[in-house]
């Protein structure tokens, strides 16, 4: 299939970051939220992202122009009906996703793709609330989405060898790097992170060490760029907690048991970078 306009379900950090990379990459997007406002701040958002890429000299000023011409911001899923790809970006919750899923079998063509940049929620399970399974794939795109090369491109039972090629080729004419993935719960990368994530709190829940020295250890010895810490900062503290609880539940292991000191911080809305505090002070 010539793919030409994409839909993008959920502007927030993840789909604005998509809907970013896909008008760059030429693509008509019609980029689609529950209400105006966050459409607004997702473009403004974007606008800023493109105008930090014509400052490095990686875009010029004439493109950052054309791709924020090419993303059309609506409300309405059902103004989703002529695009020939469809990706859902929204939170982190099998419920909400669900309920999109299925509104997007009845709004497109039955031809067409429907991809989730879920991090850790089963695509069978998704493709089982549609009437085309072959046709559900998970295109789990990584945080900046712009500036990170990797998706993981993962197959559900039902999911086609056809529909896998064309969304792997789509990942690759976006200049991204597609990893192949069978579904299971946290698929790879969240699966191997989060626990470590995850232990990192244990750390310092238990007194073993502040945030901060957790980090260093983890910067100087690992030679990560960030440190756990600080990275589950930048995911968000509640991401990271519903991650957990899919590995949990997915999984039935009691090493994927979410940190009390976890909850206890999304609990008090202590969420990370976005909401000003996490282990760290924004």
């Known amino acids: 299939m010539d793919i030409q306009r994409v839909g993008v379900v959920g502007a927030g ?21 529950v209400e105006q406002r966050f459409l607004e701040r997702a473009l403004e958002t974007i606008g800023k992202n493109l105008e930090r890429e014509v400052a490095k000299k990686k875009i010029t000023a004439e493109t950052k122009t054309e791709a924020m011409s090419r993303i059309q911001p609506v409300t309405g899923r059902g103004q989703l009906a002529d695009c020939d790809f469809v990706i859902e970006a929204a939170t982190e919750k099998f419920e909400i996703k669900t309920e999109i899923f299925r509104d997007l079998d009845r709004v497109t ?95 310092v829940m238990e007194g073993v060490a502040t945030a901060e020295a957790v980090d260093e250890v983890f910067k100087l010895g690992m030679a990560h760029p960030m440190g756990p810490l600080t990275l589950a900062d930048f995911i968000g503290l509640d991401v990271c907690l519903d991650i957990m609880r899919v590995l949990q539940s997915g999984l039935g292991d009691s090493k994927y048991r979410p940190c009390p000191l976890l909850i206890k911080m999304v609990d008090a809305g202590w969420l990370g970078r976005k909401s000003g505090r996490g282990f760290y002070t924004y």
Request: aromatic letters at 6%; glycine letters at 6%.
């Open 109 to 203: 063509r039955p031809e067409i793709i429907l991809a989730s940049n879920t991090s850790s929620i089963s695509i069978t399970k998704l493709a089982a609330q549609t009437k085309r399974p072959e046709k559900v794939i998970g295109m789990h795109f990584f945080n900046p989405v712009p500036v990170m090369k990797l998706v993981e491109v993962i197959r559900g039972l039902a999911t086609s060898q056809e529909t896998f090629s064309e969304t792997r080729n789509l990942a690759l004419k976006l200049e991204k790097t597609p990893v192949e993935v069978n579904d299971a719960p946290g698929f790879v990368s969240n699966r191997v992170l989060m626990p470590l994530l995850n232990e990192a709190m244990f750390a």
């Open 13 to 33: 950090t993840m789909g604005n970051g998509i809907a970013h990379v896909f008008a760059r990459g030429g693509y008509d997007v019609v980029l689609c939220d």
